[in-house]
């Protein structure tokens, strides 16, 4: 077994930029009175997912197989993040006369839909979903947490190609 101390160190690194993104929107919820609306939920969720998988694999340590694994799965939950935040920021950047009217909460839709059904109509988004609130450099939160689901994904792929090829004996 191999040390790759780069790739444990960068799988860290991914997990505290995740715990550091949940915890920031812990403290916009909780300190600033930013509710989250369903997609700003659903990227929480792909930020979780991400954060677990990257622990994962630092305690993992794993080899070249197991490296690229790992980025395979870092960039499908990176990706469907994006997706979410892609289509999070579109819905902010409608105009009033176009943004959808406000649904119900996520609890609610959860509660009375099948899951497909649910995530259906929270990617239809609401008038909530349209509201920027907190911005820094011109970003909304969506707008950050789709730079930061861009960047993990690179983070796993440069992880995923980290290392060295072994040699046949």
């Known amino acids: 077994m191999t040390f790759h101390p780069s790739s444990r160190l960068g799988y860290l690194a991914g997990f505290l930029v995740c715990a550091g993104l949940i915890a920031f929107a ?3 919820q909780y300190v600033r009175g930013e509710d989250p609306c369903p997609l700003c939920m659903l990227q929480r969720v792909a930020f979780f ?12 340590n794993p080899a070249q197989r197991g490296r690229i694994g790992y980025g395979v799965v870092l960039v499908l939950l ?3 993040g994006a997706a979410v935040a892609t289509r999070h920021v579109w819905l902010q ?14 609890d609610f839709i959860l509660s009375r839909f099948p899951l497909s059904k649910a ?4 990617l239809r988004g609401s008038g909530e979903c349209a509201d920027k609130g907190w ?5 909304t939160i969506a707008g950050w947490a789709l730079v930061w689901f861009v960047l993990l ?14 040699r046949p004996a």
């Open 26 to 28: 812990l403290y916009l």
């Open 49 to 60: 997912a991400l954060g677990v998988v990257f622990a994962v694999a630092a305690l993992h």
């Open 78 to 80: 990176a990706a469907a």
């Open 93 to 106: 950047s409608l105009p009033k006369h176009l943004v959808p009217e406000c649904g119900p909460g996520l």
């Open 119 to 122: 995530i259906d109509i929270v």
């Open 135 to 139: 911005t820094f450099l011109g970003l």
């Open 153 to 166: 994904g690179l983070l796993a792929v440069a992880l995923a190609l980290s290392g060295k090829p072994r």
